[in-house]
């Protein structure tokens, strides 16, 4: 059962911010957010009203003899539908994470595995780049270091576009593979792994860094195996440290590549303070998609069968050539119908 009160202060609020906005005061930029984000919420409340009242209408009739027979042929119809856009309502009112509009941080580094894990890392990266792009999305590479074999040693990138976080969060975590390397002639199957992290791209005013808590220095860029190194010592690296994260940007711009590492910090300080509160959060629940520990074993990848499990919901696909090249739609949207179920039966428990 829906409060009815609740869904009228939803109305109300919306009726209240539009009037703002038509009035231009406040702060617009904020009331045009909020305003997009209540807007399909009364779209489905108003769908809700709409059927509730056709069934009452539908079940008044059922007393006028003859209304009835016309009432009887509609009512089946009408409450098959309710549940239906019930549950519609309810996953629009369900809270929303303030950061799943905004860009993403992309981290890729191998894990167990040597070799083998640095190649997979790669193929991790060029899965989530060719998603990127049949979604339409923009993907900028901010650090990159590759293997004398192509592998991949470290990937930082930023993914800039409509729902981007809130489409690959759930993809953090350590992602292991099953497969004959190239590099075996004994044809023996290895297991490795890869860390992937998704965070949420940060402002200024979402994390201060005090500049004294900083420690930058600038160094030679170098790509592949050392080679094509640049004249100039172009190449920066922050230290924070209060909390030891390092990071390093190696574009051709050392004032670019400042912006670019500061951006990074702020996205890994605005993390970890998301974690911490949602570990407070979630000390008394479970409405979440495994437990956010980038430590987390999440998914396999058994390229001899063809075959990826997500252990944190028990999917299991075979379909794992499409999946590497970019198919991941199947797989994220049932992480989030998982998590919204989870959202769910919590907020009814």
């Given at each position: 059962m829906i409060p009815s009160d609740r869904l009228q202060q939803i109305k109300e609020r919306l009726?209240?911010?539009e009037a703002r906005m038509s009035a231009g005061e406040g702060d617009?930029?904020?009331?045009?957010?909020?305003?997009a984000d209540l807007k399909p919420v009364v779209a489905q409340i108003a769908t809700w009203e709409r059927l509730s009242a056709d069934i009452a209408e539908a079940e008044a009739l059922l007393a006028d003899p003859e209304m009835k027979a016309l009432a009887e042929e509609?009512?089946?119809?009408?409450?098959?539908?309710?549940?239906?856009?019930?549950?519609a309502v309810q996953l629009a009112l369900l809270p929303r994470d303030a950061a799943d509009a905004r860009p993403a941080v992309l981290e890729i580094r191998p894990g167990t595995g040597g070799e083998e894990a640095a190649l997979f890392?790669?193929?991790?990266?060029?899965?989530?780049?060719?998603?990127?792009?049949?979604?339409g999305w923009r993907w900028e590479v901010i650090e990159e270091q590759m293997s004398d074999l192509g592998g991949l040693r470290e990937l930082v990138a930023r993914i800039e576009g409509e729902g981007v976080f809130a489409r690959l969060k759930f993809e953090s975590g350590v992602h292991r593979v099953q497969r004959v390397p190239e590099t075996e002639s004994g044809g023996r199957i290895h297991t490795s792994a890869a860390t992937v992290a998704v965070l949420p791209e940060a402002q200024e005013v979402d994390i201060r860094i005090d500049p004294g808590d900083i420690r930058i220095d600038t160094m030679r860029s170098s790509g592949a195996g050392g080679q094509h190194v640049n004249t100039t010592d172009s190449a920066v690296r922050i230290t924070h440290l209060p909390t030891g994260i390092v990071v390093t940007s190696s574009e051709k711009s050392q004032h670019r590549n400042r912006e670019i590492a500061m951006q990074v910090l702020r996205a890994r300080l605005f993390d970890l303070q998301r974690s911490a509160a949602d570990a407070e959060r979630s000390a008394d629940r479970k409405a979440q998609v495994g437990s956010g520990d980038r430590s987390e074993r999440i998914r396999t990848y058994n390229f001899p069968q063809g075959r990826l499990?997500?252990?944190?919901?028990?999917l299991t696909l075979y379909r794992l050539e499409q999946?590497?090249?970019?198919?991941?739609?199947?797989?994220?949207?049932?992480l989030i119908s998982e998590h919204q179920a989870a959202q769910l039966a919590e907020m009814q428990a």
């Open positions: 009726e209240y911010v617009i930029a904020a009331l045009g957010r909020e305003y509609e009512l089946p119809a009408l409450r098959a539908r309710l549940p239906e856009v019930e549950r890392a790669a193929d991790l990266a060029r899965m989530y780049q060719r998603h990127a792009e049949e979604k499990t997500d252990h944190r919901i028990g999946v590497m090249q970019g198919d991941l739609d199947e797989i994220i949207d049932a």
